[in-house]
């Protein structure tokens, strides 16, 4: 009688930790990702981007962090996404269709919906939603390649955040690296990219004050890849460096991360943020020195 009371115990303990640990990445906090693809760190200092600015002296930064080989947009998205290197995610291809399915192994936002949270994606290139996978993204959006998607993402944003308010929503800007592959990476457009997704991220800090949720939101800024000349992929130190930005009532002010960063290390640490356990076998860790309290971050078998 003992011996079953004992499990009873067990089971009901057990319980309780997974009720108390969904409540806890449920208190209210949310998370915004946004990529912007193909942005070098020294385009920042050379741009007019003050809200980019503002961000990196109100919260956490590299400007060395490293993107994974081959240093190409759904390569990099999906160690983002997964936690994982190329080496273990396998996706060293950048072109997808539908018919190809998705990706394989368990992304943040499968992740985010064991735990009851809403996600969403709105992308500026069709091939991200190789990180969809059925079921774990509730609002997924896409936009066409072009310049003029910076408004238009922004815009849907703006819509969406008011109304429907996701714990987790990836953004997901094509620009610079559109116009990095026509008249080069740095060159004087390419740098005015990179200023109009500034203003948009302006627009999108607006928003979120705007919807009551600003004060509320961990954000984390950073890029899939560099480039040099019209192009990117190699192990080129221009291709590979990131930029790397995170902000947040909990993330301390003005630091500049002494660590290594790595893409990968993105949805550890997001998840961290939220208070949701982490899965032992992922290359990336979370970045524990960016928050003000370290917490205990819990760790999956």
């Known amino acids: 009688m003992n011996k079953f009371f004992k499990t009873i115990g067990r089971f009901l303990l057990a319980a309780l ?11 209210g906090n949310y998370s915004v990702v946004i990529t912007i693809d193909g942005l070098r760190p020294d385009a920042i200092s050379k741009s007019n981007a003050p809200n980019i600015k503002s961000l990196m002296k109100e ?5 060395e962090a490293q993107t994974v080989i081959p240093s190409r947009t759904l390569p990099a998205h999906t160690s983002l996404f997964t936690g994982l290197n190329t080496r273990r995610h396998g996706v060293i291809f950048n072109r997808w269709t539908p018919s190809m399915g998705y ?3 368990e992304t943040i936002f499968t992740i985010a ?47 969406y955040i008011k109304i429907d308010k ?22 004087k457009e390419y740098i005015k990219a990179f200023e109009d997704v500034d203003r948009a991220i302006g627009e999108i800090l607006s928003s979120l004050r705007e919807a009551g949720i600003y004060d509320d939101t961990f954000i984390v800024i950073t890029s899939d890849h560099g480039g040099h000349e019209k192009g990117h992929g190699s192990s080129n ?10 902000f947040g009532k909990e ?12 893409i990968y290390d993105t949805a550890p640490t997001v998840l961290s943020a939220l208070g949701i356990e982490l899965p032992l076998r992922w290359d990336g860790k979370p970045l524990r020195d960016i928050f003000i309290n370290k917490g205990n971050i819990r760790v999956s078998p």
Request: glycine fraction near 6%.
């Open 103 to 105: 990706v394989n192994v």
């Open 251 to 262: 993330v301390r002010k003005g630091y500049r991360i002494g660590k290594r960063v790595f």
């Open 237 to 246: 130190l221009y291709d590979i460096t990131i930029p790397w930005i995170a």
């Open 113 to 159: 919906k064991k735990h009851g949270l809403k996600t969403a994606m709105l992308v500026g290139k069709d091939k991200l939603q190789y990180l969809a996978k059925p079921v774990s993204v509730d609002h997924f959006e896409s936009t066409r390649e072009s310049p003029r998607s910076i408004e238009e993402i922004s815009s849907r944003f703006s819509s």
């Open 59 to 63: 919260g956490s930064y590299s400007l």
């Open 17 to 27: 930790l997974l009720s108390s640990a969904v409540v806890k990445a449920q208190e």
């Open 166 to 187: 996701p714990d987790i929503i990836f953004v997901h800007f094509p620009e610079p690296d559109l116009t990095g592959h026509k008249t080069g990476w740095m060159s």
